[in-house]
């Protein structure tokens, strides 16, 4: 179903000014938008769209917002957040928050039956099957967002589901791949990569190779347990490729552009014209290919053995990482330091094998909070 009205949570991110980006080109109407903090750009995109609803979270701004959007529907918190998606007319809803955090919109969007446009791979990292069983229950379908997620969903397409032998995951490699050491790497040399321009916190992910790790886990549980190998692909040009029994590969490439599998998951079936440049096949010459280096790379290892434990182990990975990076971007611990964190955390957990949401809510809760005391005791 293409989308003809969307909320978008996270609106001020990365993705969320790409989408509205195709919005604006498409003529999508934005029925709702919310943000952390950054309430002039949310004020900024609120007229210009004409939204008659937003939410920030940040409650010492919402006053100043009011006042610069008078007709606007403006509200603050987690619980008001959940209520404006649920009570939305929007048909989509677009989940670009970065973290857990959007995990909770996630479930809303599905309960008020939206499609999910789902940017958030921390919401699949987290819940894994109980989203996709509850957007089942609901007849609510999840649509990727996440540029390999999006090819292998293309990839799919016109063949059986049981004729795949595995699903091929592409990753840059992120800055520093191929390097002797990761030791002494700071902050401003992980925020630099190769061939995306994301927010910080994935842009740390894929310096770590855990953007990898929780995308394994996001193909896992999106396309319906299949095997997975990751194959790292310095050129970012293969989104990924899914290859049959019969070891035919489809393969879905494109520039290194997410608007193109952002609007994908708002046309989609119908692909419309876009603004991403064309590949230069002839100015390319050669496509690169390496296998990922786990023993370096160790987060990328972490993610793996969290979706062999399975249960609530992912969701430890996750949040233990989460506190990490934020961590590392503040100075506060070193780029190798970061798998460090998030193993300590993982052998702390008492895994929790058949789970509910309410036991991710709380498992998430743990890690962080496990975390935050491993780097205060480490001060
Ligand atoms: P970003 O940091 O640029 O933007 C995050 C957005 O979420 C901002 O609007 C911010 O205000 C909002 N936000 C943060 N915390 C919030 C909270 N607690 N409550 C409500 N809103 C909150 O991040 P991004 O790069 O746009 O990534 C968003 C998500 O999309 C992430 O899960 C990321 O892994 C995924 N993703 C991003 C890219 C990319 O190219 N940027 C590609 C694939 C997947
Ligand atoms: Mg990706």
């Known amino acids: 179903m293409q989308t003809k009205s969307l909320y978008i949570a996270g609106s001020t991110g ?6 509205l980006a195709v919005c604006k080109k498409h003529g999508i109407r934005v029925a709702g938008l919310s943000c952390g903090k950054n309430y002039l750009m949310l004020a900024e995109q609120a007229k210009a769209f004409q939204v008659k609803s937003v939410h920030i979270g940040d409650e010492s701004a919402v006053e100043a ?3 610069l959007l008078p007709d606007c529907e403006v509200v603050t918190g987690e619980e008001a957040l ?15 928050i970065v973290g857990s955090a959007g995990l909770k919109p996630a479930i809303a969007g599905i309960l008020s039956k939206k499609k999910l446009a789902l940017a958030n791979k921390e919401t699949i990292v987290c819940a894994g099957q109980l989203i996709m069983d509850l957007a089942a229950e609901n007849g609510v379908t999840v649509f990727p967002v996440d540029s390999e997620h999006s090819a292998i969903f293309q990839c799919l397409l016109g063949n059986h589901d049981r004729e795949v032998k595995r699903i091929l995951l592409t990753a840059s490699g992120g800055p520093f791949f191929g390097r002797e050491s990761l030791d002494g790497i700071c902050a401003e040399a992980a925020l ?4 995306w321009d994301m927010g910080k916190k994935i842009t740390i992910d894929s310096a770590t190779l855990m953007n990898k790790g929780l995308e394994v886990i996001e193909a896992y549980h999106l396309f319906g347990h299949k095997p997975i190998k990751v194959l790292v692909h310095r050129e ?3 989104h990924s490729m899914v290859e049959y029994v019969d070891n035919a590969i489809m393969a879905q490439l494109g520039t290194p552009d997410m608007t193109i599998p952002i609007q994908l998951s708002l046309t989609y ?7 991403a440049g064309e590949v230069d096949f002839v100015k390319l010459q050669t496509l690169s290919f390496f296998e990922p ?20 182990m992912p969701c430890v990975l996750n949040g233990a990482n ?3 990076v934020d961590a590392f971007l503040n100075g506060k611990i070193g780029f190798t330091d970061i798998p460090k964190f998030i193993e300590k955390t993982m052998s702390a957990h008492r895994v929790i094998s058949d789970y509910t949401l309410e036991d991710v809510f709380s498992v998430d809760l743990w890690a962080k909070k496990y975390a935050r005391d491993l780097l205060d005791t480490a001060k």
Do not use: W
Request: net charge negative; glycine share 4%.
């Open 65 to 67: 917002l009011k006042e």
């Open 82 to 96: 959940l209520e404006q998606i649920q009570k939305s007319d929007a048909d989509t809803l677009l989940d670009a």
């Open 236 to 238: 970012s040009i293969i």
């Open 322 to 324: 989460e506190v990490a």
């Open 293 to 312: 280096d786990v023993e370096k790379f160790r987060c990328l290892q972490l993610a793996y053995d969290a979706l062999s434990v399975g249960g609530t």
């Open 269 to 275: 079936p119908n692909r419309m014209e876009s603004d």
């Open 14 to 19: 990365s993705i969320g000014t790409q989408a």
């Open 192 to 195: 630099k990569h190769p061939n």
